[in-house]
C-alpha cells in the first residue's frame, strides 16, 4: 500500500511550458516534504524541499506548494526546458529514518 | 561533494546463486540504505541501517539480508536469487538527527536474474 501517491505517471510538456506533479499523503506525522530528480543511469538527487509550516517555496524555475489539511503537495516547473526531463519523485518522510516516496514521474520535456 | 559508490552497475546471475550489492560512502555518514525500484512502485525500503552492525527491517525485507561491518560500507544480500528480484537497487546514505533530511544515493545496480 503505497503511503505516497503521486500523479501522472507520466507527463510530456513543451519547451517554455509548465510541468505540475501531484502527490498526497496519509500520514500526518510525516514532517518533511522532499522532491527528487533522477536521470536515466544516475541514482536520485535531491531537487527542493518543503517543512509543512510553509506553503510554497520556491527555487529557481521549481515551486513547491503545499496543502497541509488536504494533505496534498505539487511540483511546478515554470519555463520547462529538455534539459528537464527526467524521472520526479516526491516523498513525505519523517526525518532522518522513514522516507516514502512516490510511484514517480517520468517528464519529456519537447524542443 | 557527497559520493556513494555501488560495486556494480549491471549484474546477470542465475536463479539460485548468492548476490552481494556493495555500497560505500565518503562521508561518514551514520544511516544507510537499500532501495530497490520498479517502474510504477517508486522507491522500496529493503533494509537501513543507522550504525555499525545495526540494521532494521524495511517494507519488502524478504529475500534479502545486509551486512554492516564498518560504517562506511553497506551490502545487500540475495541469499538465493530469484528472477522476481530482477529490479534496479539503489543505496542511500545520510546524517543522523536535523541533517538527515536528504538522502544521498548512489548510481544503482541494475540486477537480471535469469
Known amino acids: 500500500q503505497q503511503q505516497v501517491k503521486q500523479s501522472p505517471q507520466s507527463l510530456i510538456v513543451q519547451k517554455g511550458g509548465i510541468s505540475i506533479i501531484n502527490c498526497a499523503y496519509e500520514?500526518?506525522?510525516?514532517?518533511?516534504f522532499p522532491w527528487y530528480q533522477q536521470f536515466p543511469g544516475k541514482g536520485p538527487a535531491l531537487l527542493i524541499a518543503i517543512r509543512p509550516d510553509v506553503s510554497e517555496k520556491k527555487e529557481g524555475r521549481f515551486t513547491i506548494s503545499f496543502n497541509k489539511s488536504a494533505k496534498q503537495f505539487s511540483l511546478h516547473i515554470m519555463d520547462s526546458q529538455p534539459g528537464d526531463s527526467a524521472t520526479y519523485f516526491c516523498a513525505a518522510s519523517i526525518p532522518p529514518l522513514d522516507m516514502r516516496f512516490g510511484a514517480g514521474t517520468r517528464l519529456t520535456v519537447k524542443p | 561533494d557527497v559520493k556513494v559508490t555501488q560495486s556494480s552497475r549491471y549484474l546477470v546471475k542465475r536463479t539460485g546463486e548468492k548476490v552481494f550489492l556493495e555500497c560505500v560512502q565518503d562521508?561518514?555518514?551514520?544511516?544507510m540504505f537499500w532501495y530497490r525500484q520498479d517502474p510504477g512502485l517508486g522507491l522500496r525500503l529493503i533494509y537501513f541501517s543507522y550504525d555499525v552492525k545495526m540494521k532494521e527491517k524495511g517494507d519488502i525485507p524478504e529475500g534479502y539480508s545486509v551486512s554492516r561491518e564498518k560504517k562506511e560500507r553497506f551490502s545487500l544480500i540475495l541469499e538465493s536469487a530469484s528472477t522476481n528480484q530482477t529490479s534496479m537497487y539503489l543505496c542511500a546514505s545520510s546524517f543522523s538527527g536535523i541533517l538527515g533530511e536528504t538522502q544521498y544515493f548512489g548510481p544503482g545496480t541494475r540486477l537480471l536474474v535469469l
Open positions: 562521508m561518514d555518514h551514520e544511516n
Open positions: 500520514n500526518t506525522a510525516f514532517d518533511y
